[in-house]
């Protein structure tokens, strides 16, 4: 062995398969749907994987591998991928090893051992990755990468499943055939968290309509989570009487028993159309990782006690019982496996990895500046007199009619029309099958949206306000983000994310429908923020938002100010100020919006300060003082050169910032004129580090005009 020290599980499988009698006469069990060639196939796969486990260690040992979180013990999961086709989209757990390597002997031209040792070692050329990650992932397999936070790819394994007959009824190209079936897997661990017990359900919810949802719930069950035990039928008791929930169990650790109930449940699921549960009994071997000092909670006896369970042991057993091997030719076999892994484990730990923070970001970058290059005029009859929630409107039914792979969807979206009516009319013109309400669910939202643009559709989620969103982040930052990051762009999960925020409402307050923080999403690579004020901006850009995520897979926000849905007048009742017409121009992602030539005063700002900032200039007229408006519109990526460009032109900047002092955009603003040289004087109001309180009580936490115009005032008077 190569490794500084020999793994107890390695030598115990050399030491017992040495010991077995000669090979056996047994015939090959008729009752098995597993014939011999299918078993010495699987038997390679599940050796591969051990060996990769073992190569993992031994490069960490050498300082060239950077991971070793395993699949020992979890190797009949190579059984799931012999019952399903290598067509069926996959999203697997990190200890799926078997499954990638069995699913990549179904397709030729992949090198899967080699694919996974460059992902140990971090190598550029990697072939999901390009170094970024080590994941279980390969376009022409149809395994999409994941993440590592637990169960977090379950909501758009549900997306996935739901897509497939979606797209077949809206009549679009799906990446998936019509009969797929979506496999996703998971721990015992992963079964417990709210994103799993949420996607399950939501699964549920939809086949319980009549809904096709041909999915395939996989729960590797090992009985431990990192150092935490899973009550002994803790899972079996919790899925095994679910009612919609069709239940198989199988042994993980006996090929024959794993195979035949995979096949089972595989079949079932693609005949039904509706979800399984399929519970593999499997045992955790060398520990959650190689860092992992497994005797610090579990007992010696408890260890070894699993190592008779080990499903690469019992299927070298099973086939040598059966006289398919003989005892030296099982060894032969696991030797000659190890020294290829190895020899492999030699020659990549010298491959290059990525050596700059450019090459990092590239698919980051990639993605943005194609984005960026957008530009779309919107379509459609001309209209006057739009105000923001009529312009979104419009532009919405005209998205619906331009892509027939678009969708809009969300909590009240359909039949209601939304809580301020921003999509009443949507579901009569464009039918039920592309705006439809969804369970009241944030992760499963966003989890159908991620599952939806990755099998080829255009979804557009509503989440009905901002403060919802924190209840599914995750979804965001974890997985619609990194997806084009970690597969090097081959796979993209294109959606535009609308959601009321801000402050200000009257009459309908409160910190859940007046939140004014977006600070959790504003620092997440490669996401397009937009957050338009005025009615005409917000048809234009919601059309170019739209044609991001149709034409670079870009995850856009599109966060709808609500104070200004209805808002009709600016500067006097009846003025009809804010009102505007539908857009014949287009508006590129990172481009700010100018109003006015002032020479004594730039303020920057976005949103509900927009309107403010506008009758707070006129005000400043009336005193001498002469203030160009800028509107950011964007506040990802944030448009630097034309806030530049205006704050150079008076030499004197007030950032007016709706959101919060402590971690709100106007400290982004701020930093982004001092790195880009500007030297002259500016200052920044914001809203208080406060939540939003009911009633008038907001009023006191909330930017208001007079604390932008005493700002400005004073900024202004210092020019001397």
């Known amino acids: 062995m190569a490794s500084s020290r020999q793994e107890a599980i390695d030598s115990h499988f050399t030491t017992t398969v040495s010991a077995l009698p000669g090979p056996g006469a047994e015939p090959w069990p008729d009752a098995s749907t597993l014939t011999v060639p299918n078993a010495l196939a699987l038997f390679d796969a599940q050796l591969a994987s051990r060996h990769l486990d073992l190569a993992a260690r031994w490069l960490r040992a050498q300082g060239k591998g950077f991971y070793t979180i395993g699949s020992s013990g979890h190797e009949g999961n190579a059984a799931v991928a012999a019952a399903l086709r ?21 397709v030729d031209g992949s090198d899967p051992v080699r694919d996974v040792l460059l992902g140990l070692v971090a190598a550029t050329s990697e072939p999901i990755s390009g170094g970024r990650h080590k994941v279980f992932g390969h376009h022409d397999l149809n395994v999409i990468p994941q993440t590592s936070t637990i169960a977090s790819h379950l909501p758009r394994a549900v997306g996935v499943a739901f897509s497939i007959a979606r797209a077949r009824k809206l009549d679009v190209p799906c990446a998936w055939p019509d009969d797929a079936v979506t496999v996703c897997s998971f721990g015992d661990a992963s079964a417990n968290h709210s994103t799993a017990v949420g ?71 693609r005949s039904h159309r509706k979800p399984a549960f399929l519970h593999l009994s499997t045992v955790r071997l060398m520990g959650h990782a190689g860092s992992d000092y497994e005797p610090a909670y579990r007992k010696p006896d408890e260890i070894t006690g699993d190592f008779d369970r080990d499903p690469v042991l019992n299927t070298a057993k099973l086939l040598v019982r059966h006289g398919v091997l003989t005892p030296q ?64 409107n419009r532009a919405l039914k005209d998205v619906l009619a331009r892509y027939p792979e678009a969708m809009v969807f969300g909590e009240d979206v359909a039949r209601k029309g939304g809580v301020y009516g921003v999509t009443r009319g949507l579901q009569g013109s464009a039918g039920p099958a592309r705006v439809f309400d969804t369970l009241l669910d944030e992760q499963t939202i966003l989890g159908l949206a991620l599952g939806a643009g990755v099998s080829g559709l255009l979804p557009i989620p509503e989440i009905q306000y901002l403060a919802y969103l924190h209840n599914a982040a995750d979804q965001i930052r974890g997985e619609g983000a990194t997806l084009q990051f970690f597969s090097d762009r081959q796979y993209r999960n294109p959606m535009v994310v609308r959601i ?33 004020a005025r009615p005409d901006d ?21 966060l709808e100010p609500i104070a200004l849905y209805h808002t009709k007048d600016l500067y006097a009742d009846g003025d009809g100020e804010w009102l505007a017409s539908y857009p014949t121009q287009a508006v590129q992602i990172g481009r700010a919006r100018t109003y006015g030539d002032g020479t004594d005063l730039t303020i920057l700002t976005f949103g509900n ?112």
């Open 329 to 392: 030719e099982v060894i032969e076999r696991y030797e000659t496996v190890r020294g290829a892994v190895i020899d492999l484990a030699r020659e990549v730990s010298e491959s290059p990895q990525l050596d700059s923070a450019a090459a990092v970001a590239r698919p980051l970058r990639d993605t943005l500046d194609e984005a960026k290059a957008v530009s779309v005029v919107a379509p459609g009859p001309a209209a006057d007199g739009l105000t923001l929630a009529l312009a979104i």
């Open 609 to 720: 300060g927009l309107w403010m900032s506008l009758r707070v200039a006129r005000r400043l007229a009336d005193q001498d003082i002469s203030a160009r408006v800028v509107d950011l519109r964007w506040l990802a990526p944030l448009p630097v050169d034309d806030m530049m460009r205006e704050a150079n032109a008076t030499g004197r900047v007030l950032i007016v910032d709706e959101t919060r002092e402590t971690g709100g955009v106007g400290e982004g603003v701020l930093a982004e004129l001092l790195s880009h040289g500007y030297t002259g004087r500016v200052v920044k109001v914001a809203g208080s580090d406060s939540f939003i309180p009911l009633g008038d009580a907001a009023l006191q936490v909330l930017l208001s005009e007079d604390t932008i115009e005493a700002a400005a005032v004073k900024l202004v008077g210092s020019r001397a």
């Open 538 to 558: 917000a048809a234009a850009m919601l059309h170019t938002c739209v044609a991001a995520a149709k034409t670079a897979g870009a995850v856009c926000l599109y």
């Open 199 to 269: 996607a399950i359900n939501a699964a549920l919810h939809a086949s319980y309509q009549g809904l096709p949802m041909p999915l395939l719930f996989v729960c590797e069950d090992n009985g431990i989570g990192i150092s935490t035990k899973t009550p002994r039928g803790w899972v079996a008791r919790t899925y095994a009487n679910r009612e919609g929930l069709q239940y198989f169990a199988g042994d993980g650790c006996d090929l024959a028993d794993a195979y035949d109930t995979a096949l089972a449940a595989a079949d079932w699921v």
């Open 500 to 532: 009321a925020g801000y402050g200000y409402q009257k009459g309908f307050g409160g910190h859940f429908h007046n939140d004014n923080s977006i600070a959790a999403v504003r620092d997440i690579p490669g996401v397009v923020i937009a957050t338009p």
């Open 86 to 106: 290598p067509t069926d989209p996959a999203l697997l757990h990190y200890r799926s090893g078997g499954f990638y390597l069995a699913r990549a002997a179904q």
